[in-house]
């Protein structure tokens, strides 16, 4: 392959950006362009022309200002290896640590905080791959980030990480406003209890949950409450309970890991809790069957 | 004072609610739970979770301030139809509980429904040969399950005989739910051995069906202390949701109808005898002995309208369902009747009664240069209206129906009412109850305990609060417009085959 790209890197400086480049095709290239999965976090903006890629099995037809986002396991390309003319920039990061179903982190360098990085995680496992339409801030972000490398004034290092904080922010909220957009809660809950169900054993906040469906936590507690009957702490709990009872009586788990799986700090609080709710301590609950 | 608790466990909530021995309601609560889709086809739920739920309701109604001061001295039970759960012989389930909207036993469907075999079992049993039947869904477990598997196998009950089991201990299914299996003969009200032969199953491996006033059973000692109850308070078994719906909306003897549209949609009518349709279009579940519940369930109600809104609603604007369903059908009503001309096909969800064409599909025809937004707001109410029309004209052709009984969230907006009134050219009326399914409950447990003769009399406390009288001009205009949509129905059978091939 040999594309006409202007990489940016590698720059000692940026071990967590694999790659960033600047790619700009003035005639149909053949044989360049097959679907293929590059590894890392991968944002790739469309500057101009019009693209059509295969995006995880799913066609789409890409134009100025779309944004792809990718987990490092998925992949993207031409279902024909061509490039079409027009200009593509794209960054690839690599995290310290991502796997599907595992915690993201991605990286000292980033100052969005634990949490909100395991957060960012789940919603890029659930929602990705991502084509975002017409997200013109994140194209800009991309184009600043490379300005900022090319001229390497002072601090660039610090200015760079945080456009990459900002870039990534920018594309979770845009992601989570989407949903709330889409005048669908019984959908983005369905979405969200699906996350809750992948990740049972995770501390759950109310703040997090709320983030998942686009909404500030108060509204979001309303409306869950109003639609689902309980508040969202409750309803955690309800699934958490409802996994725990067929762990109980399908496994030979013991009450201590059950109780761990499931998202309760000790079984104490694991049997209170499964008491108040169906009358049984978890021992009785699996002795009696029913 | 004393109060009806009735438990109505639905697809996507349960709903308790709390009645006076008036019928009034004096509280209620909700619990939602989700329906799992692991594959194309599949519907599932989790029992755990719906038991949970349950749970949770009941509680959080019977520790209310309001409801305190009432004396619960009955508890029953409704529930949606045609769900499956295999238990073992501990009662534990197997795996989650398959419900009616589950599609995998199509070819099974497909292929008793063309033999001479399938014919005699629908006549016995009156419930449609389609994948939502349960008998269609055992023989698919047949089929594809290891022979290891089907032999663990204790029983195959409903959720609703979940939820009893689990506060009861005991294993029983009301004749209505059962009728709902397309296992049970309905004019011998015994599990049919024809039907059960072809399920591959034998009595045993179902419940024991009894009677919808079914009051023999008793809450566990650490239920009736949780839910702050007496144990003299009656556990009644009750009814499916369908044969509820049609009780609470004042409709038990022939004569009249219940339409409902909520996210899907059916008529149904009261009569002494099944309706033996040639064609197996209609279903026919058990009230009472010798009082049954007959009509068509359609895939595309209020959901399809939703489907109109989420995509065309006004854009950018973050307001809720509620607010911009209201809004569009503002728009919707500054268009005349017939909306310019422009007919819809609500057939997205493919459809059952009375095409029962899983292909079927949806489409907006007679598109011209004037038409607007709001004309195709309108056209999307008047196709999901035309389509109950056209299950009502053939149950018009079994049973006389004099006025139409409608509830449901969708059948109930102003613009759905006053259509649907032109349409059929029949006075509509709306109660007072807005979950018929509930009330229905309830006036079956006031009925057991004595406060009314029979369901009848129960059914003649329900009070229509308002009513649509039929517009003449727009009914002949509307008659035109459903005579086409009718043609253009069937007419296009061989080509939504073709698109539906095209759409994977």
Redo the contacts between chains.
Sequence with gaps: MNLPVQPLLPLPDFAHIRELVRLKNPTVRLNDWPVSVRGGVQIVCVLEGKFEWMVEGQRHVLYPNDVVVLCPWQGFGSPTNTLEIGSLSWIILEPELFEVHRELFLGKWSTISENDQKLMGRLLVSHAPMVLNNLKQANDLLLRIEAEVKQAEFAYQTRVNQLLDELLVTIVRHLSQQQ???????HAF?QL?QMLRDSLDHPWTVEEMATVVGSGSTAFTEKVKA????SPL?YLI??R??EA??QL??TSKSLTDIALDTGFYSSQHFSTTFKK????TPGHFRKK?? | MNCIITIDIGT??VKVSAFDEATNLIGW????Y?TFHPQPDYSEQ?P??I???V???LKSLLNDELTKKHHPVAVVFGASMHSILPIDK???PLRNAVIWADNRGRDEANALKNSEEGKVIYEQTGTPLHPMSPLVKIRWFRNHTPATWFEKVYKFISIKEYII??LT?QLVVDQSIASSTGLFNIHSLKWDSLALDYAGIKPQHLSEPVPIDFAELKFKK??V??FRLSSATKVIVGASDGCFATVGAGVVTEGNATITIGSSGAMRVAGKQMIQDSQQRFFNYILTEGKYISGGPTNNGGVVF?WF??QF?AS?V????EH?VKQLLIEAERVPAGAGGLLFLPYLLGERAPLWNANARGAYIGVNITHERRHFIRATVEGIIYEMFSIGKLLQQYRSIENLYINGAYATLPLFAQILSDVFGKTVYVNDKHDSASAGAALLALTHLGVFSDLEAAAQTIRSVETYQANAAHHAQYTRFAEIFDRLSYKLAEDFDALVALQG
Aim: hydrophobic share 25%; glycine share 10%.
């Design positions: 709330n957009q889409r005048r669908d809660f019984p369905e209890e639609y689902s009957g309980f409750n309800n699934i309970i409802a009872m067929r009586r399908q709710l169906t009358g049984y069957a029913p | 996507t909530k609560r909700q619990g939602t989700p989790d755990e979770q038991y949970l739920t749970l949770y309701a501990h009662g534990v089991y689990q201990g650490e239920y202390r949780l939703e809104v989420q609603g950018g973050h307001l809720d369902m911009t």
